[in-house]
């Protein structure tokens, strides 16, 4: 299609021969004539050279963490014989915005670097990929899509924790240092007909009202995830960077867990209700990964309400670890509930006023859990993680 440059170089050429036509003048009709023929080679240039074309994508081979300049490298390879004389590729990134960048020819192939400097944690999604041809002059213009490359990772930027705060004077009742605790529990694998002498308790009462005779549940035994490592995704708690503090907490924590060989889970308080695994240090680690790093605060259910369904993760692990920054009173109750039933519990509190830069203020929730023995560790704006979250408990943690 005609650019506006196009459009107008057009209409002069037009307005050149009329008036060569009506005022009889024959020196402009070269002129007009000049200005036609340009809009139609521009035309025809750009026609030929808009012919399918080969892309190659990549932003390097590590991984990027937040804060980092990633470069981002575009190669393009036209399949036709005409080459276009300018080329601008636009793409959307992201919460980004639009990027636009002219494109430069390199033998038989047109390529273009860029940098998406100081980059936050993320995942940033490429989308209307495109490229603009036109001529030398800017009359002629065609939007060839291309296809997306897909997503860039950026993943939160994480602390090496050595002890951890929620392990100082963990005992055994024998006095010991408990290092592995594993259990079990049951999971209904399927339904089969009641035997004389079985127990009621184990009657599967929607399967015998359908089929109108007893069937019992057929159990078998599931290991459960010993860590659970709950990240309260807020939306409301969200103040400053509080959230991102949250995810480098909830990260460095299972990382820390993964390192020592513990089965993990990682539970998202937020709208989607993400849930990952993690057995071992290699794929499971790296979907891990990816979830924090496109983790967003859209959460809108408290997380008492979630440690209330027996069938969550978090709220079946042996051990919760909960990563918040909001502090209700039945999260206290909940949490209180489970170190009396001495099923291991520990609390990660980022304080959101901190970071809002009002004075601290009192929390009396924390004085409770600490009074109930459950480790407390408070993070901070400007707190290092490393120090907040190992060796002993933060020591203003009932001041906080």
């Known amino acids: 299609m005609l650019t506006r440059r196009g459009r107008f170089i057009f209409a ?23 200005l036609l023929l340009a809009v139609a080679v521009a035309w025809v240039w750009v026609r030929l050279a808009d012919r399918p074309m080969r892309v190659q ?57 860029y940098v998406l400097e100081d980059l936050p944690r993320g995942r940033y999604e490429f989308a209307d990929v495109r490229v603009e041809l036109s001529d030398p002059f800017a009359l002629e213009c065609s939007v060839v899509p291309l296809p997306p490359p897909g997503a860039l990772l950026v993943y939160p930027r994480l602390a090496r924790l050595g002890p951890l705060f ?74 400053g960077d509080s959230f991102e503090v949250q995810v480098r907490a909830a990260g460095s924590l299972l990382d820390a867990y993964v390192r020592r060989g513990r089965r993990a889970v990682l539970a998202v308080n937020s709208a989607r209700r993400d ?27 408290p997380v008492a309400r979630l440690l209330l369904e027996e069938d969550s993760p978090a709220a079946r692990a042996l051990e919760l670890v909960v990563v918040t920054a909001r502090l209700e009173p039945g999260l206290i109750d909940r949490l209180v509930q489970r170190a009396l039933s001495r ?10 006023a901190s970071f809002s830069g009002a004075a601290r203020r009192a929390e009396p929730g924390l004085l409770r859990l600490q009074a109930a023995g ?23 943690a009932a001041h906080a």
Not at 91 to 99: K, S
Not at 343 to 352: A, N, Q, Y
Not at 378 to 388: F, H, N, S, T
Request: net charge neutral; aromatic share 6%; with cysteine.
């Open 374 to 396: 459950i480790p407390v560790s408070v993070v901070r704006a400007g707190d290092q993680l490393a120090a907040c979250l190992g060796g002993e408990p933060t020591p203003d």
């Open 166 to 239: 929620s392990e100082s004077g963990e005992r055994s009742q024998d006095g010991r240092r408990l290092l592995l605790r594993r259990n079990s529990g049951f999971e209904l694998h399927s339904v089969r007909e009641y035997e004389q002498g079985e127990s009621l308790r184990r009657v599967h009462w929607p399967s015998t009202a359908r089929r109108s005779q007893l069937m019992v549940k057929e159990l078998e035994d599931s290991p459960r995830d010993e860590i659970a490592v709950l990240l309260d995704a807020d939306a409301k708690a969200v103040v």
């Open 57 to 113: 994508r990549g932003w390097g081979d590590r991984e990027h963490v937040e804060g980092d300049d990633v470069p981002i490298v575009a190669e393009l390879f036209p399949t036709g014989n005409v080459m276009p004389a300018a080329v601008t590729l636009v793409e959307r990134v992201g919460r980004l915005g639009e990027q636009r960048h002219v494109m430069r020819r390199s033998g038989s192939h047109l390529s273009v670097r």
């Open 12 to 34: 002069l050429g037009f307005g050149v021969y009329l008036a060569a036509w009506a005022f009889g003048s024959k020196p402009l009709y070269p002129v007009a004539t000049g």
């Open 343 to 352: 099923r291991r519990v520990s609390l990660v509190f980022v304080d959101p």
């Open 275 to 301: 849930v990952q695994h993690v057995h071992s240090p290699g794929a499971d680690w790296r979907r891990a990964l990816e979830l924090l790093a496109a983790v967003e605060p859209t959460g809108n259910t």
